[in-house]
């Protein structure tokens, strides 16, 4: 529709709207010159690189790259369309917006369908707190709901009757029930759609009803049921919860994407205010683009049974095509026969909190998926896994993201160096012909920390971990590698199989080195590991002289005469 604003009134209502005061009025601004900073409401940052130029009309952040006039501010802050975008700073500017007559009519259409559907959200809150809606109420506070959250999400009550909405309409407002499928015609008279149901209504960004969803509180065969599709309901394009969301935080950063309508309050009652819904399936682009036009981080939880696992392959391979650099995607799978409504209500807020944050990255959940089931010690399997891996990264934009995980897969299905080594006459005999492998990329070299480095190297040896102990003690760093080690130690695990299957099974040690590597998306391969480690533990004459002139510089002020002449020698007589 905005097609339908003619450019020149767009083009006046910029110049009319002061771009600070219309920012300022959402987040605080700091004067800085003629323009105005502040802390990026489109991201997360501490130190601000967010930049506003009312001379010129725009804002631009230098750390996420958002960029726009006010038209796109208000569209971003607010969640609105261009058309609500603009008639939102007319209004602001004391403007009417000179649609066209067809624009008009439309417009006036879906206001009528909102106002019928509003009055029916305000008819089934009146029911529920009837008399005939006592079991609908106790219903809700059975599943542990206050009055509070029952009122923030305005849950309501259908009447069992056939006709209890309609008969309470007035007659204005029939016609446009019947039109959003919420009464029925189908059988030449009027029948309401929801019966006997805790009845809970889907908002717009605008906290204008446009749907409910209904969940029964009798024996129907369909335990929910939603409004079907209408001029303002399109159930790929919305999400539950989103406007109640933006109402709790003004500035959201992420979304928690859950199943369903209760999971969804009930997190909410734990103070767990970002959690929403899509409606229908969380798998399907639309949904995924709606998402992802609110926030730039999307945490998907699903129940951690096979459906739930199969749901959550949809959605990562339909969010392939969507991904760009900047974008976050994670994946929550819950213990199996639990949901986010039973888990909170078990472990508490604090705890489900601690599940989000350590969410699954969608590049490790992509490559922990497909490698099910192999064993990549096999070359045979290697080829397995490349084979499933690759044509979904070639679904990804080019982005730095798609380029590591290119890389990864290339680590993983590694140790192709003796097959490419081999003599060309050999290799055509087994191929048939020339090579003709399509990626040349070489594996890029990932830093870790030291003490990264050395954690990984005692996976794969952990006959090592004497010497890091030893290497530890000596050079008072590396506390995650020492823990490590002194527990190896501690628990008598000589080789990888041994540590491998200890970790996994033991509780204790489960818990305590659980998150230990969650900071490490690439991981170097097993020959680079242990050199670096090696040269950690027994370093070249060089580098344990600069090692040693380091400790000695650190502790400078606290020299003996010995360790003074010890530094003076290191250092080549440069210190005095």
Request: glycine fraction near 8%; aromatic fraction near 8%.
């Amino acid at each position: 529709m905005s097609g339908l604003i003619p450019q020149r009134f767009v083009e006046d209502l910029l110049d009319r709207i002061d771009l600070a005061e219309l920012i300022g009025s959402r987040i605080t601004l700091k004067k800085a010159g003629a323009n105005y900073k502040a802390c990026c409401p489109f991201h997360d940052e501490k130190t601000p690189s967010f930049n506003v130029r009312p001379d010129k009309g725009f804002y631009h952040c230098f750390g996420c790259g958002a960029h726009g006039d006010a038209i796109s501010f208000v569209r971003e802050f607010d969640g609105l369309g261009f058309t609500d975008a603009v008639e939102e700073l007319a209004k602001r500017a004391g403007l009417e917006v000179p649609h066209d007559r067809a624009a008009k009519q439309e417009m006036q259409q879906a206001r009528t369908l909102t106002d019928a559907l509003d009055f029916a959200s305000r008819f089934y809150r009146t029911s529920l707190l009837s008399q005939g809606g006592n079991y609908a109420l106790d219903y809700l506070r059975q599943r542990g709901l206050n009055d509070e959250i029952i009122e923030r999400y305005q849950l309501g009550y259908a009447p069992g009757t056939g006709t209890a909405l309609f008969d309470a309409a007035a007659a204005d407002l029939r016609t446009p029930l019947i039109e959003t499928g919420t009464v029925s015609d189908r059988y030449g008279r009027p029948r309401d759609l929801f019966r006997n149901r805790v009845m809970f209504p889907i908002r717009n960004t605008r906290g204008r009803t446009v749907a409910f969803g209904g969940r029964t509180l009798g024996d129907d065969k369909a335990k929910y049921i939603n409004s079907p599709e209408s001029d303002v309901f399109h159930k790929s394009r919305e999400i539950y919860g989103l406007f109640e969301a933006r109402q709790a935080i003004r500035q959201l950063d992420r979304l928690l994407v859950v199943e369903g309508y209760m999971d969804v309050i009930a997190l909410a009652q734990h103070g767990i205010d970002y959690a929403v819904a899509t409606l229908g399936t969380a798998t399907n682009q639309d949904s995924l683009q709606a998402l992802l036009r609110q926030v730039r981080h999307v945490v998907f939880c699903f129940d951690g049974d096979t459906a739930g696992f199969r749901a959550a392959d949809r959605a990562m391979e339909n969010a392939l095509e969507l991904m760009a650099d900047g974008l976050h995607l994670q994946f929550l799978m819950l213990p199996e026969g639990e949901d986010p409504d039973t888990l909170v209500r078990k472990e508490g807020a604090e705890a489900f909190r601690k599940r989000i944050e350590s969410a699954t990255p969608l590049s490790r959940f992509l490559f922990d998926r497909q490698s099910e089931g192999l064993d990549l010690q096999l070359p045979e399997h290697r080829g397995e896994l490349r084979s499933r891996v690759e044509p979904l990264l070639n679904r990804m934009p080019r982005s730095t993201l798609r380029d590591a995980m290119w890389h990864e897969m290339l680590r993983l299905c590694g140790n192709r160096n003796q097959w490419q080594n081999r003599d060309s006459g050999q290799r055509s005999q087994w191929r048939g012909g020339e090579r003709r492998d399509r990626v040349t990329e070489e594996r890029v070299d990932v830093r870790l920390s030291k003490d990264s480095t050395l954690c990984l190297a005692l996976v794969e040896a952990p006959e090592l971990a004497t010497e890091v102990v030893e290497l530890a003690r000596q050079s008072r760093q590396f506390p995650q590698a020492r823990d490590l080690a002194q527990w190896i130690l501690a628990s008598n695990v000589g080789d990888r199989r041994k540590l491998i299957s200890a970790l996994a099974l033991d509780q204790q040690a489960r818990n305590r080195f659980y998150h230990l590597f969650d900071g490490i998306e690439h991981i170097p391969s097993r020959e680079s590991t242990l050199a670096l480690a090696r040269e950690l533990i027994s370093p070249s004459e060089e580098a344990s002289r600069q090692q040693r002139l380091a400790a000695l510089l650190r502790n400078f002020a606290n020299l003996s005469p010995e360790e003074r002449n010890e530094l003076r020698e290191l250092s080549g007589g440069a210190q005095g």
